[in-house]
C-alpha cells in the first residue's frame, strides 16, 4: 500500500491542525494504521495507532486527550485531528500502515510508511 500525508503547516501554540493520510494500491479496510513523528534529532517515537475497523486506538502518553486518530474505510483515509498543540509536538508526522494489524506502538509492526508532513508549532 503506498501512503501520502497531507495537513501539516506552521500554527502558533494553542492551535489546531488536521493531518490525513490517503493510501492507495491496498485494501485499506485491512490494515492497521499509525501516526508517528520525528523532530530534529531525535528518534522515530508513537504518536496513535487505529485498528482495521477503527473500533480501537492506542495513544502515546505525551498525546493523549488532544489527538484523536480516525479512519474512514469507504476513502481509504486515516486522520489525525490535533488540538492544544505545543512546541514539542514540532515533528515530520509519518502515517504507517501494517496489514491485518490492529493498534500498535511499535514502528517495527508497521511494513508500509508515508513521506511525511511537517507540523511546526511555535510559542
Known amino acids: 500500500v503506498q501512503l501520502v500525508e497531507s495537513g501539516g503547516g506552521s500554527v502558533q501554540a494553542g492551535g489546531s491542525l488536521t493531518l490525513s493520510c490517503a493510501a492507495s494500491?491496498?485494501?485499506?479496510?485491512?490494515?492497521?494504521m499509525g501516526w508517528f513523528r520525528q523532530a530534529p534529532g531525535k528518534e522515530r517515537e508513537f504518536a496513535a495507532s487505529?485498528?482495521?475497523?477503527?473500533?480501537?486506538?492506542n495513544y502515546a502518553d505525551s498525546v493523549k486527550g488532544r489527538f484523536t486518530i480516525s479512519r474512514d474505510n469507504a476513502k481509504n483515509t486515516m486522520y489525525l485531528q490535533m488540538n492544544s498543540l505545543k512546541p514539542e509536538d514540532t515533528a515530520v508526522y509519518l502515517c504507517?500502515?501494517?496489514?491485518?494489524?490492529?493498534?500498535?506502538?511499535?514502528?517495527?509492526?508497521?511494513?508500509?510508511w508515508g513521506q511525511g508532513t511537517q507540523v511546526t508549532v511555535s510559542s
Open positions: 504507517a500502515a501494517r496489514l491485518y494489524g490492529g493498534a500498535s506502538h511499535a514502528s517495527t509492526d508497521f511494513q508500509s
Open positions: 494500491g491496498g485494501t485499506f479496510r485491512t490494515y492497521g
Open positions: 487505529i485498528n482495521w475497523l477503527g473500533t480501537n486506538t
